[in-house]
C-alpha cells in the first residue's frame, strides 16, 4: 500500500490554475521531494493532502484512506507557516501539542528529552520559545510535527532558517525515521538537500508534474556533457575537436563541454598520445542544473 496517492488533482483560486492534474504515488519507508519553484503548487498540493483545502478535481488517499478520518493520528504536519506559542516554554508546547496528538504524560516524559537531545535543544527546555533563534525555533517546529511518532511526516519547506550544521542534523534525523519505515514528504527549492536526501523526485512548475522519479532515472534524461582535465601540453586543439561545443581553462586545468551526443569516450582518445593526462572526470549534473533546465523548458 502506498503512503500516499494523488490522482488527477486540480485546484484554482479564482483565475489562477494553482494544481494542473497532479498525480503522483510515494511509497511507503521513502523520502519524497516536492520540488519547484516559488508559487508551483507544492504547498497547496500538500495543504489538499492535510485536507486543510480541498481540491476541486481528483482523489486523495493517504495511508490507504480518502479521508484523514482514522489515520490523522499517523500523520505529522510541519506547515510553512509556524504555528509556535511564542510565551510558553519548550516543553510546555511540546507537550501541548503531543496531548493534542493524544499523548500520554508517561509517553511524554520520555519523548520530550529524548527529541530536545536529538535536536540539541535539551539546554534551552525551559527557556521561552521567544528566546529562540529563529533556526532554533524551526527544529522545536519539527520535533512538534514528529513528538508522537507518526507513519507519515509531511513537511513543507522544513529547512527554511537553518545554518549548515543543523541542515546536516534535520537531514540525518529525517533519514534516521526513514530507515525506521517512516515515510517523509517535503517540500524545498533546496536542490543540494532534496540531492542528498531523496529516493524519489516530484518536480512541479505551474501546478504540472514535470518529472516524478527516482534521482538516477531523472539522471538518465541528461547524459553528461561537461569533462574536468588535468593536462600537461599544448591543448589549442581540443576546441577544434568535432565533439567539443566549449573548453573554459585555467592553467593546466580544463572545463571541456561536449556538444549534443558527444562521447567522453571519443574525447578521452583524441587526447591521448597528444598530451600528458593528468586527470580525466566525467562531471555528472546536478540537480540544480537539471531543475534550471527543465523548468526554463517547461516555461518555454
Known sequence: MDALVIEDVTKAFGSVQAVNGLSARIPPGSVYGFLGPNGAGKTTTLRMVMNIISPDSGSIQVLGRSSREGVAGRIGYMPEERGLYRKMKVTAVIAYFGKLKGMSRQDLTGAIPRWLEDVDLAEWANKRVEDLSRGMQQKLQFVVTAINDPDLLILDEPFSGLDPVNLELLRGIMLRLRDAGKTVIFSTHMMEQAEKLCDFILLINNGRSIIDGTL????????????????????????????????ECSGRKLEISLGEGGDPQDLLRNLVGKVDIRSFEVR??????????LVRTNDA
Open 216 to 247: 538516477d532515472q531523472i539522471r538518465s534524461r541528461y547524459p553528461s556533457n561537461t569533462v574536468a582535465v588535468e593536462l600537461a601540453g599544448e591543448a589549442d586543439f581540443i576546441a577544434e575537436l568535432p565533439m567539443v561545443q566549449g573548453v
Open 284 to 293: 555528472t549534473p546536478s540537480l540544480h542544473d537539471m531543475f534550471v533546465d
